[in-house]
């Protein structure tokens, strides 16, 4: 795969487009489906840039160093309209959705701004995404403004007018948080059957199709299955995601939130599943602090771009209202300006608080050899946990060992 993106980089084919940084560019390749940072020396030769931008004036710092100049992907919660009344969901989502939420004009309206900053992909998510009529015209306006629309659904709701759509999208994920009971044990009902005719009627139109898998305690063993049954259903990824305390998650976070013996065996166990079922595999950020716990090479980290918690640089995200936040999962206080207002927000200097100042970093994470790459770990977990979102991530397995020095809880 490494070979065949630097083939493409040299002859900047199937280059969708690129956009200038500090460091050389951040190039969006069609195949294969990825975006790929590269130094100021083949950023000239893939984008055929003259003289010297401004943007790359002084030395060329590595990626990391300083904040983007605009996030690669926005996580847009297109509405908070959803019946199911998961035990753990993220956003609090209810029949009646949240006070103030946009419709089509301002969404798209929200494109326009994101495109103009050069943001790559938007994440579309919920409440429920497939139950908003819109949903397609929206799509298709990302696409002609240059941006790639991804699609999370949960398969419960408006399964046939999505199947119709699924063209429109670039990558469709299937929340699945379990085979079977564990379903049930996860979400607090019995939705697997409907879930899995969600994966296996959008698959059957499609090829980008993966789940989405919030891990819990409750499912932690039962990964090496899930990805037995991705690579059944012929699905092109399973997206591991770390459970939050937001939205209804906070009441449940003591109950769902994985152990820290999970999280050491995080690591091994996935790649284990990876290489026994051959199917590509994605892990959210807020996992970095388990993978560096196996001390893992930081050079290759680093070259691959692994990094912590990105909320406010790498991504942002947008409440049903539209206001921002550097995480969906991260509550937006009332103040906060909205997406339309992404550009000029981003330079402020206090935007997007703890997110953007995770340099000054407390015990362990200050003597940490992979804060650099770790950003501190998630910043929702830790404002739950301690109160304080800059706090380093107490359910690092570093800071774990911490634990009894800065009286942080057995997880």
Known sequence: MIGAILDRLRSARGMRRARLEAFGAIVHLAWPRSLVFVDRVMARRVTRVAGEPAIWQGSEPAVGERVLSAPLEAHLQITNRCGAGCQGC????????????????????????????????????????????????????????????????????????????????????????????????????????????????????????????????HNFAELPELFAYAKQRRLSEVELLRFKPSGRGAAAYRDLRCTDEQHRAFLPTVLAATKRHRVRVKVDCSYTPMLAHHSPDRALLAELAVYGCTGGDFLVGAKADGRLTACSFMASPPERPRVTELRSYWERSDAFGAFRTWRTAQEPCASCDYHELCRGGCKVVSAHVTGDASAPDPECPRVQAHRPRVHLPVL
């Open 90 to 217: 993220y956003t609090g989502a209810s029949p009646d959705g949240a006070p103030g939420e946009w419709g089509l004009a301002e969404w798209k309206r929200a494109l326009d701004e994101l495109a103009a900053a050069g943001v790559f992909h938007v994440a579309l998510g919920g409440g429920e995404s497939a139950s908003v009529p819109w949903l397609g015209e929206l799509a298709d306006h990302a696409r002609a403004r240059g941006i790639v629309p991804n699609l999370t659904t949960s398969g419960l709701e408006g399964l046939d007018a999505l199947v119709a759509i699924a063209g429109r999208f670039g990558q469709i994920n299937v929340s699945l948080d379990g085979l079977g009971p564990t379903y049930a044990a996860v979400r607090g009902f019995d939705g697997f059957a409907r879930a899995d005719e969600a994966i296996r009627r959008l698959r059957a139109v499609k090829r980008e199709v993966g789940i989405n898998v919030v891990v819990t305690r």
